[in-house]
Structure formats: structure tokens, C-alpha cells
């Protein structure tokens, strides 16, 4: 997650295999090598937007456990500092990269990272989306 001036980086998905395509997100999923997650999210940073950004210069900032096609924890990591404007690098998978107001989110995008969005404003480390709303019970 990329912000400056209020305003937050955000990539259009394209040719994502029907997986929230055309919705905006702060960036692709990150999978494979490395396994150091923060040396991952560096390596995206350069390949999809010319990016350079230093593994500790990222905080964590948010985890969110979603219900989607599956049960996922996903991670939302806040770079401090980084080198360079960014480019969209990837055209064939997005479709635009853009700044916009963090206040004013676009439509349409991702709802688990919208949801992710708010909760970091709020200063809120972790968060839950996409469960079903269940009746409390207690037993005694």
C-alpha cells in the first residue's frame, strides 16, 4: 500500500481469469518465491509499477481473515519510503494505475480491500469479511 497526500495507489485488474476483474486494488496478489513475504511484496512493487522499495521499509498495517472462494488471511503491508514513479508495467493485467483520494474510493473495486481500507484509516490492525452473520448463543 502506497499513499501520499492523501491519496492512495491503486491498480485496475485486468485479464484476471474472472477473479475480480476491472475492480481496483492496491496491487496483485503476491505468491510464489521468495518466501519472505515483505521480499515478495518489493518484488511486485518493481515488476508491476518500476517501484524500489527495501523490505524494511514495509510495515504491516492490517490482517483481514475473508471468506471468499475459499478461507484466506490476507496481509496489508504500508510502505514507508520507496524510489521512483510508478509506471504500470503490466499492462496486459492492468488496465490502469492511478492515485486516488483515499476519502473517495472508486468504483468498482475489490469489496474485502475496500473493507481493508477502512479498517486501516481507523486504526485497526485486524478484521473479518465475508462470514456469515451468525446469532450469538451462549450456554450457561
Known amino acids: ?50 517501484l524500489t522499495i527495501a523490505p524494511e521499509d514495509l510495515t504491516l498495517v492490517h490482517l483481514i481473515h475473508r471468506l471468499s472462494d475459499g478461507e484466506r488471511m490476507s496481509m496489508f503491508f504500508r510502505a514507508t519510503r520507496w524510489q521512483g514513479e510508478p509506471v504500470n508495467r503490466e499492462p496486459h493485467k492492468c488496465s490502469e494505475l492511478r492515485w486516488l483520494a483515499r476519502d473517495a474510493l472508486p468504483e468498482p473495486m475489490v469489496p474485502y480491500v475496500r473493507h481493508a481500507l477502512a479498517q486501516i484509516a481507523g486504526g485497526n490492525a485486524y478484521s473479518e469479511f465475508g462470514w456469515p452473520v451468525a446469532a450469538a448463543t451462549h450456554s450457561a
Open 1 to 50: 500500500m502506497l499513499e501520499r497526500a492523501g491519496q492512495v495507489l491503486l491498480l485496475r485488474q485486468r485479464n484476471t481469469a474472472a477473479y475480480e476483474d476491472g475492480k481496483y486494488s492496491p496491487g496483485g496478489r503476491s505468491r510464489g518465491w521468495p518466501r519472505d513475504r515483505r521480499a515478495r511484496l518489493c518484488r511486485e512493487a518493481w515488476e508491476e509499477a518500476g
